[in-house]
Nanobody
Framework: QVQLVESGGGLVQPGGSLRLSCAAS????????MGWYRQAPGKQRELVAS???????NYADSVKDRFTVSRDNAKNTVNLQMNSLKPEDTAVYYC??????????????WGQGTQVTVSS
């Protein structure tokens, strides 16, 4: 059974920091691309950051230079360090695991989400 469990969300003031973590189980973590997505009320879910099995990273323009994604393959975890947070970063943040199967299809798993609220 695949599980992605996020933690670390909460309420923070503008300019503050939070660190999200996602613990994965039930998958061969080291071969998956791991991503963080977010969805604000009334908006579509969007990619925030991703990290490939080789450590390559990709960021949304809106979070570049503020957020850092990292992974620990020994602990099956992926983290998102969020600095200089802005009110527009308020959203539910979701962990995603994307893997390519031998038959060419993809496995696509999601966590339950964690709320991040940036407000004074």
């Amino acid at each position: 059974q695949v599980q992605l469990v996020e933690s670390g969300g909460g309420l923070v003031q503008p300019g503050g920091s939070l660190r999200l973590s996602c613990a994965a189980s039930g998958i061969a973590f080291n071969i998956y691309t791991m991503g963080w997505y977010r969805q604000a009320p009334g908006k579509q879910r969007e990619l925030v950051a991703s990290i490939t099995k080789g450590g390559g990273t990709n960021y949304a323009d809106s979070v570049k230079d503020r957020f850092t994604v990292s992974r620990d393959n020994a602990k099956n975890t992926v983290n998102l360090q969020m600095n200089s947070l802005k009110p527009e970063d308020t959203a539910v943040y979701y962990c995603n695991a994307l893997g390519l199967r031998l038959d060419g299809k993809t496995n696509d798993y999601w966590g339950q989400g964690t709320q991040v609220t940036v407000s004074s």
